[in-house]
């Protein structure tokens, strides 16, 4: 289990250097790569965790709400940004340049029904579980925050890399609260993904 579990945190690593990293040069495939990369995932966590979970009315319900907080939340902290930093504003113009000849309606159904639900599965589902059994939970969840925190640093980006700290602080700390909200995490996920970056951008 410990080994699969190194094994599989490494390749989100190398993934998400190849997908992220500008000297890779790659921006303009960055959709192609991220579906490739959640397909990778996906993958990692059906073959070597356990996709048991209940996907109910409430679950779906309380997966919206989260994504509405979220998208909230983040919008407050885009004009707090904007106001602190100098280079927030073009970093975030960046992120939203990667891979802009994708047709929108195209990422929108990426992130909703590919790498919204493969994230989740994978981090929370996968490797917050398994952390949280070799671990205590909270030490679980600290690990597993560090350390989908830290593939994003890849990206050179100051804010991308802020932006995964707290919405992977969000998920997280709920899964550490309620596993079984799993499935309300893997909606809030896939619904906030598809509409910061394409229905209502920043």
């Given at each position: 289990?410990?080994?699969?579990?190194?094994?599989?945190?490494?390749?989100?690593?190398?993934?998400?250097?190849?997908?992220?990293?500008?000297?890779?040069?790659?921006?303009?495939?960055?959709?192609?790569?991220?579906?490739?990369?959640?397909?990778?995932?996906?993958?990692?966590?059906?073959?070597?965790?356990?996709?048991?979970?209940?996907?109910?009315?409430?679950?779906?319900?309380?997966g919206i709400l989260l994504a509405a907080v979220l998208w909230g939340?983040?919008?407050?902290?885009?004009?707090?940004?904007?106001?602190?930093?100098?280079?927030?504003?073009?970093?975030?113009?960046?992120?939203?340049?990667?891979?802009?000849?994708?047709?929108?309606?195209?990422?929108?159904i990426q992130l909703l029904v590919l790498t919204g639900p493969a994230?989740?599965?994978?981090?929370?589902?996968?490797?917050?579980?398994?952390?949280?059994?070799?671990?205590?939970?909270?030490?679980?969840?600290?690990?597993?925050?560090?350390?989908?925190?830290?593939?994003?640093?890849?990206?050179?980006?100051?804010?991308?890399?802020?932006?995964?700290?707290?919405?992977?602080?969000?998920?997280?700390?709920?899964?550490?609260?309620?596993?079984?909200?799993?499935?309300?995490?893997?909606?809030?996920?896939?619904?906030?993904?598809?509409?910061?970056?394409?229905?209502?951008?920043?």
């Open positions: 289990m410990k080994k699969r579990l190194a094994i599989s945190i490494c390749v989100s690593f190398v993934l998400w250097y190849i997908m992220l990293n500008p000297l890779m040069g790659l921006q303009e495939f960055f959709w192609q790569s991220m579906a490739l990369s959640s397909i990778t995932l996906f993958l990692m966590a059906y073959c070597w965790g356990e996709m048991k979970f209940e996907l109910t009315f409430k679950q779906v319900g309380l939340i983040f919008w407050t902290g885009d004009k707090l940004s904007s106001l602190m930093f100098d280079f927030a504003d073009s970093q975030v113009d960046s992120i939203y340049s990667m891979g802009e000849k994708m047709p929108k309606w195209a990422i929108t994230e989740e599965l994978f981090w929370r589902g996968y490797v917050q579980k398994q952390l949280s059994t070799i671990f205590k939970p909270f030490v679980g969840f600290l690990i597993t925050l560090g350390v989908y925190t830290l593939i994003h640093v890849w990206s050179l980006n100051f804010m991308l890399v802020m932006a995964a700290m707290v919405a992977g602080a969000v998920w997280g700390f709920l899964y550490y609260l309620k596993p079984s909200w799993l499935p309300a995490l893997i909606i809030s996920h896939a619904l906030w993904d598809a509409t910061v970056f394409s229905i209502f951008p920043y």
